[in-house]
């Protein structure tokens, strides 16, 4: 059997994705929380590495892990992200699908009371909170990856442009939170972010694979009694802001061997779902593939950069095109990438431009369902959408817009923040 996404929602804020098929050797399941980014990033950030470590059942990692060998060597994964101005908290799992075990275990069943212990009964100390010397683990790791990140200047100039664009912004908090806020960190702290996640936090719960799926959702529910839940949860916030309010310029300085530069753009985007197709086509366009114009005019024929894409975030309604560059380039390839949005907005997309990234989108669409990763992660990425759509549903949208909707969309892009990262200065040589 192989049937397409069911949606359901058990109870108010607690949403569940199902997607039963055969075609796989391993399924998936995963449980994610929607939670306002905001002062407390860091300890929300820090939770599902905490919980994906140990439980009130296996509270070491040693007897966890003996846990996950006998479920034929299932995976726990962490991770946290933003959608939005909204901070997301997952746990996932994946495992061997329930026809390859040997005894005929429901391990679709047996891996979903597993997340639940993880998740819902926690390792706690006698007096109720996270131990001490997990919680400083978790600090030091979670410190580690803030390191990487700022060490992928890639990743940090794209970072710091989110940051400077939205200053006043909830987007502009890194979702794993700061440096600092993570060394504040304490069991007590942590322990009442886990609290409160429970509580308030919007819950979608994303099944793939083969086996009764009603019994997972029972499980949940089960678990989820034993919690508190609020009267009124996370609001799902998008936090679009259309208009530009002053355009900034900003250059740093680090040991970098190429630079980097990214430019921000406000898309003028007013309803997330409405606008979407359209600019997701004229992003494309702009600079998603190579028939894109960045891509054959400011890459290629230019030459002005190594790489030169367009991304678009589109639940805050930002546009984010990055390069990596020598210094010397960076304000011609700043002028060149203008110099093809503004071509697009006087209305240089033909036809053939248009079916090409349609193709290649539709291409990217049609390939989701090809894992149960891949089928999974469509589930989780819309899990701060208030309508749930399937990935043929957004192929059609893309189907539908047409030349004059990619220029009407191109016309509202509008540049709001320039942050170049280059190369310090080699300092003359002196003699004494």
């Known amino acids: 059997?192989?049937?397409?996404?069911?949606?359901?929602?058990?109870?108010?804020?607690?949403?569940?994705?199902?997607?039963?098929?055969?075609?796989?050797?391993?399924?998936?399941?995963?449980?994610?929380?929607?939670?306002?980014?905001?002062?407390?990033?860091?300890?929300?950030?820090?939770?599902?590495?905490?919980?994906?470590?140990?439980?009130?059942?296996?509270?070491?990692?040693?007897k966890l892990n003996q846990k996950l060998a006998d479920l034929y060597g299932a995976l726990l994964t962490p991770s946290v992200s933003k959608f939005g101005e909204n901070q997301v908290l997952r746990l996932s799992m994946?495992?061997?699908?329930?026809?390859?075990?040997?005894?005929?275990?429901?391990?679709?069943?047996?891996?979903?009371?597993?997340?639940?212990?993880?998740?819902?009964?926690?390792?706690?100390?006698?007096?109720?909170?996270?131990?001490?010397?997990?919680v400083e683990r978790e600090k030091r790791?979670?410190?580690?990856?803030?390191?990487?990140?700022?060490?992928?200047?890639?990743?940090?100039?794209?970072?710091?442009?989110?940051?400077?664009?939205?200053e006043d912004?909830?987007?502009?908090?890194?979702?794993?939170?700061?440096?600092?806020?993570?060394?504040?960190?304490?069991?007590?702290?942590?322990?009442?972010?886990?609290?409160?996640?429970?509580?308030?936090?919007?819950?979608?719960?994303?099944?793939?694979?083969?086996?009764?799926?009603?019994?997972?959702?029972?499980?949940?529910?089960?678990?989820?009694?034993?919690?508190?839940?609020?009267?009124?949860?996370?609001?799902?916030?998008?936090?679009?802001?259309p208009e530009v309010e002053k355009e900034k310029h900003v250059t740093e300085t680090q040991a970098v061997e190429q630079g980097k530069l990214v430019l921000g753009f406000r898309t003028g985007m007013k309803d997330t779902e409405k606008d979407f197709p359209a600019f997701a086509v004229m992003t494309d366009l702009l600079g998603g593939g190579p028939y894109s114009r960045l891509f054959r005019q400011v890459r290629e024929k230019e030459s002005l950069c190594y790489y030169c894409s367009a991304r678009l975030y589109s639940r805050k309604g930002i546009l984010a095109v990055q390069s990596?560059?020598?210094?010397?380039?960076?304000?011609?390839?700043?002028?060149?990438?203008?110099?093809?949005?503004?071509?697009?907005?006087?209305?240089?997309?033909?036809e053939e431009d248009l079916q090409n990234s349609k193709r290649s989108l539709l291409d990217r669409y049609h390939s989701v369902s090809d894992t149960p990763e891949e089928i999974e992660g469509w589930a989780h990425m819309q899990i701060c959408d208030p309508r749930f759509k399937t990935a043929e549903e957004v192929a059609d949208s893309l189907l539908s817009v047409t030349r004059e909707d990619v220029l009407a969309a191109a016309r509202t892009v509008k540049l709001d923040t320039v942050f170049l990262l280059k190369e310090k200065e080699e300092l003359p040589c002196c003699t004494k």
């Not at 495992?95 to 005894?103: G, I």
């Not at 410190?143 to 939205?166: S, V």
């Not at 678990?223 to 949860?233: C, E, H, I, Q, T």
């Not at 093809?340 to 006087?346: S, T």
Request: charged fraction near 25%; charge should be negative.
């Open 141 to 166: 790791l979670m410190q580690e990856r803030l390191e990487e990140e700022y060490n992928d200047k890639k990743a940090y100039a794209l970072r710091r442009t989110e940051e400077i664009m939205c």
């Open 324 to 350: 990596g560059v020598e210094t010397e380039n960076a304000q011609k390839t700043e002028k060149a990438v203008l110099a093809q949005l503004r071509e697009m907005q006087e209305g240089g997309v033909t």
């Open 94 to 134: 994946t495992f061997l699908d329930n026809r390859f075990a040997f005894s005929k275990e429901d391990l679709l069943l047996e891996s979903a009371k597993l997340l639940c212990q993880v998740i819902f009964l926690p390792h706690l100390s006698a007096s109720g909170c996270f131990l001490a010397e997990d």
């Open 1 to 62: 059997m192989d049937s397409k996404y069911l949606v359901s929602e058990p109870s108010p804020g607690f949403r569940v994705v199902c997607y039963e098929t055969e075609r796989f050797k391993t399924g998936r399941l995963s449980v994610g929380f929607v939670l306002p980014l905001g002062e407390q990033a860091s300890a929300y950030a820090v939770l599902p590495y905490l919980l994906s470590k140990t439980c009130a059942a296996y509270p070491t990692m040693v």
């Open 169 to 241: 912004e909830a987007y502009a908090i890194n979702p794993w939170g700061t440096p600092e806020g993570v060394a504040a960190l304490t069991p007590e702290t942590v322990t009442e972010a886990w609290k409160t996640m429970l509580f308030t936090a919007r819950i979608q719960l994303n099944i793939v694979g083969n086996g009764d799926q009603s019994k997972v959702v029972s499980a949940f529910q089960r678990a989820m009694s034993g919690v508190k839940r609020a009267a009124s949860l996370t609001p799902l916030r998008a936090g679009l802001q």
